[in-house]
């Protein structure tokens, strides 16, 4: 019995021999980061003496109402973005699972966002609702050819936070959707076509099919899907920096701390907190995916009996 399993370790290990190299490397550089973030952190200076170890930046940080403010933007701009990415994503690719003429034409059109530059992506949302002389303005006041005026005066669009942070959303679920598109449909591509086929067969509608084999058998595509978008909300800048610079996310406050005021220390804090953050909501997400696996199983389950 030790032998077997011995034979087994040791054939695992010669499998993935291979990936040793980059697990390494990214383990290593990880540790650097977060060994540098946390001497920053615990680091300042007094009078031009260096201070070490001391609390003074996580108290500076905590007791700022900035970062207050940046933690709550970036929260609902997770809790809000990802599962838009994932319900975008989903709605392109069961459209793309079915053959029809010029399926891959369309998918190739779905993936044109990802060829574009987030910061050029950024740019064009700032044109077009720029205020007063932005192009979505126009459009509403009647300028354009014939169409009707909607409204009389340019509205600021980027002028409240909930309307600044809603378009820099707009433009990050618009270029990252066709990720998820991507590896949903890899998913879907993986069920096998035969337990449809059974489906129709016994007179299962697409909504029953939807919700007893594609979701239930999709759960592991939906985890990685949640895992890295909800990564890419919690970190992002680009957007958010170009289209709502004065109502901060972590992403974009970290780069104020640093560049604006010059202090590398309380950047880095932010910077802790960012990952502790990310770290919380993967496993927050990972434990929310396995209860809904198991209860459309359980579902899945009752659908066949049925």
């Not at 680091?43 to 905590?62: D, K, M, N, Q, Y």
């Not at 044109?112 to 910061?119: F, N, R, Y």
């Not at 910077?271 to 434990?287: Q, S």
């Amino acid at each position: 019995m030790a032998c077997a399993w011995t034979q087994k370790i040791v054939t695992r290990i010669r499998e993935m021999w291979p990936l040793f190299p980059a697990a390494a490397y990214l383990l290593a550089f990880l540790i650097i980061v977060l060994a540098y973030l946390l001497g920053l952190s615990f680091s300042s200076t007094i009078e031009g003496r260096p201070l070490f170890p001391t609390l003074r930046p996580i108290h500076a940080v905590v007791a700022s109402h900035g970062f207050k403010e940046a933690l709550v933007n970036t929260f609902y701009f997770v809790i809000i973005g990802t599962p838009l990415e994932l319900i975008a994503g989903l709605f392109l690719a069961l459209i793309l699972y079915r053959s029809f003429f010029l399926r891959n034409f369309i998918r190739s059109l779905f993936c044109i966002p990802l060829a574009v530059p987030a910061l050029v992506t950024a740019i064009l949302l700032f044109i077009l609702f720029d205020f007063p002389g932005g192009h979505i303005n126009h459009i509403l006041m009647g300028k354009y050819g014939h169409l009707p005026a909607l409204i009389h005066t340019p509205l600021n669009w980027r002028g409240t936070k909930v309307l600044a942070l809603g378009i820099s959303l707009l433009g990050k679920v618009w270029r990252d959707t066709p990720i998820s598109m991507l590896i949903l449909l890899a998913g879907l591509n993986a069920i096998d076509p035969e337990l449809f086929d059974a489906a129709k067969t016994l007179g299962a509608g697409f909504r029953a099919r939807l919700w007893h084999i594609i979701l239930p058998l999709l759960i592991p595509s939906c985890a990685t899907v949640i895992l890295l978008r909800s990564i890419e909300m919690w970190k992002e800048f680009i957007f958010p920096f170009v289209l709502a610079g004065k109502y901060s996310l972590l992403g974009t406050l970290i780069e104020s701390l640093y560049n604006d005021w010059g202090s590398s220390n309380e950047a880095a804090v932010v910077a802790l907190v960012l990952v502790v953050c990310i770290v919380i909501t993967t496993f927050t997400f990972l434990i929310i995916m396995e209860i809904i696996r198991k209860w459309l199983w359980k579902g899945m389950s009752r659908g066949q009996t049925a």
